[in-house]
C-alpha cells in the first residue's frame, strides 16, 4: 500500500504509462513537460478527453502530496488549456477524476476526464450500492 493514498503503489505496467512510454498508439491532442493530453479509446460524450501527468502518482492524493509545485501547476494549466483549445469553454463541459475502487478507476495513474460537446446530465447517476 502507498503511504500516502492506501492505494497499491504505481505500477509501470498500466496502461498510461505505455502511453507516456510510446508503447500503445494514443490520438495526443496536447503534450508538455508535465502533462499529455489525448483522446479516450470509448468515448462516452462527443468530447471525451484524458489529460495525464508524465509522473508516476495513482490518485490525486498521490499527485497532490508528491508532484513538485511545477508539476502540479503545469498539470492543471494544461487541463484548463485543454479544455478551452477544444472549444468548450462557452458550451461548457464536466472534469471528473475516479480514484480507487469505489470511484470507478480503472488505470491506475493518476489522470482526469474532459466531458462535453452535450448537456451531460446528473453529476453522479444512481446506482444500486
Ligand atoms: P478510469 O475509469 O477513470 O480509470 O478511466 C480510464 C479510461 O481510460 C476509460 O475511460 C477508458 O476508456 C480509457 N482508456 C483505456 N485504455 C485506453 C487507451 N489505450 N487509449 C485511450 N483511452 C483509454
Not at 7 to 18: E, G, H, M, T, V
Not at 39 to 56: E, K
Not at 83 to 89: I, N, P, V
Not at 96 to 109: I, R
Amino acid at each position: 500500500m502507498s503511504a500516502t493514498t492506501g492505494l497499491p503503489p504505481y505500477d509501470d505496467s498500466n496502461i498510461f504509462a505505455k502511453i507516456l512510454r510510446g508503447e500503445i498508439p494514443s490520438r495526443r491532442i496536447h503534450e508538455d513537460d508535465h502533462a499529455v493530453a489525448f483522446h479516450d479509446i470509448n468515448p462516452q460524450a462527443p468530447v471525451h478527453v484524458l489529460v495525464i501527468p508524465r509522473g508516476r502518482y495513482v490518485s490525486l492524493a498521490d499527485f497532490s502530496a508528491q508532484a513538485s509545485d511545477a508539476e502540479i501547476a503545469g498539470f492543471w494549466r494544461a487541463v484548463g488549456r485543454v479544455a478551452r483549445e477544444l472549444g468548450l469553454e462557452g458550451s461548457g463541459y464536466r472534469v471528473l477524476s475516479n480514484m480507487g475502487p469505489e470511484g470507478g478507476q480503472e488505470v491506475p495513474h493518476f489522470h482526469v476526464h474532459i466531458f462535453g460537446g452535450k448537456r451531460l446530465g446528473r453529476m453522479v447517476p444512481a446506482t444500486e450500492r
